[in-house]
């Protein structure tokens, strides 16, 4: 029986997730459906379409710009949340949560929300090679990004994390809620700065900021090097990778990460798991990665 699913944005029509999940489907066997589904930008709208979807029967759904945090108020309010959704204060994966289905909740009762955006980034990381124990981090944004990958990085057993932001208050406030809400992270083991005060040698630095999309250029000082850079953006040229590649860093973009995080929702919903190096060589041949 064909198996439905969703991924839910504003705009949507750029979405990769559809032919990510075909890649998984063929590899698997598994007979799916994965459609782009536009809504509303309002939590209403959001809420109604999700519920729509999972009373017609569908298993899960994958949200994006702009419903990460109303997918997690959703959820919180109904079947749950996984400790990174919770972590995040985000979601971008849902499924029905069948304990609660078998103890008589509603299905609108049993929406469940996980995030699998920072795990696909630690494991992208990790398939490149790249150490994570013990490493000096430094990860540049505050925004949901950003907040999915902290507690992944620590149990990936970092060693030191400083997070800088232009906004250097949201840095501060996003250290100080992540560990109220998990007990593994220690906002006084976290620094931050502002992103053009951020200095020093650091094993691995991560961009995660939206800078790129605007075609603008992170303010780095000179005196700040890494041995790995990461930037969370992909299949454009990257500004921020190529400053670090210059003095020498190995580089990537994040098209791994998105590879990843899917692969994980994908693992989630059909206990399947895809084997991410045969669907990232796939679809990089059918040209997904420069579109
Ligand atoms: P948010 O809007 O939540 O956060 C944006 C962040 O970028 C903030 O820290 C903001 O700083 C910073 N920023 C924006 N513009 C500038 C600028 N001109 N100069 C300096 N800093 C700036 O976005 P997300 O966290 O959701 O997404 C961040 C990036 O990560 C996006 O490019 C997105 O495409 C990418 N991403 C990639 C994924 C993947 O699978 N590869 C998965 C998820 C996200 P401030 O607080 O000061 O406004």
């Known amino acids: 029986m064909t198996q439905h699913f969703i991924v839910v944005g504003n705009p949507i029509a750029h979405s990769k997730s559809p032919e990510i999940h075909a890649q998984f489907a063929a590899q698997t066997g598994i007979d799916i459906r994965y459609q782009r589904q536009y809504c509303p930008d309002d939590a209403a709208s959001f809420t ?5 979807f999972f009373h017609g029967g569908g298993v899960g759904a994958n949200v994006t710009v702009p419903f990460k945090q109303v997918a997690y108020a959703c ?3 109904r079947g749950g949340l996984s400790e990174h959704a919770k972590v995040a204060g985000a979601v971008n994966t849902l499924w029905l949560n069948t304990t609660l289905l078998k103890n008589g909740a509603s299905v609108s009762e049993a929406i469940y929300g996980d995030n699998t955006d920072g795990q696909g980034l630690v ?11 013990g490493t000096r981090v430094a990860l540049i944004g505050a925004g949901g990004a950003a ?4 507690l992944p990085l620590i149990q990936a057993g970092i060693g030191d994390l400083s997070i800088a932001n232009r906004t250097v208050s949201k840095a ?8 109220a809400a998990s007990d593994v992270i220690d906002a006084h083991a976290i620094s931050t700065c502002a992103t053009s005060e951020l200095t020093g040698a650091f094993d691995i630095i991560i961009n995660a900021t939206s800078i790129g999309l605007s075609g603008e250029t992170l303010p780095l000082a000179y005196t700040l090097t890494a041995h790995y850079a990461y930037d969370m953006m992909y299949g454009r040229t990257l500004p921020f990778l190529q400053h670090f590649a210059a003095r020498g860093a190995q580089t990537s973009d994040g098209y791994g990460m998105l590879i990843g995080q899917a692969a994980l929702s994908f693992e989630r919903w059909t206990t399947q798991k895809v084997d991410v190096a045969v669907a990232t060589a796939a679809l990089h041949d059918k040209a997904l990665h420069d579109k």
Do not use: K
């Not at 109604?48 to 729509?52: K, N």
């Not at 907040?147 to 902290?150: L, S």
């Not at 501060?172 to 560990?179: F, H, I, R, V």
């Open 48 to 52: 109604a379409l999700l519920e729509a």
């Open 75 to 77: 959820c919180a309010a």
């Open 123 to 133: 494991n992208h990381i990790l398939s490149l090679g790249w150490p994570l124990a």
């Open 147 to 150: 907040r999915g990958v902290i």
């Open 172 to 179: 501060e406030e996003l250290a100080c809620e992540l560990s």
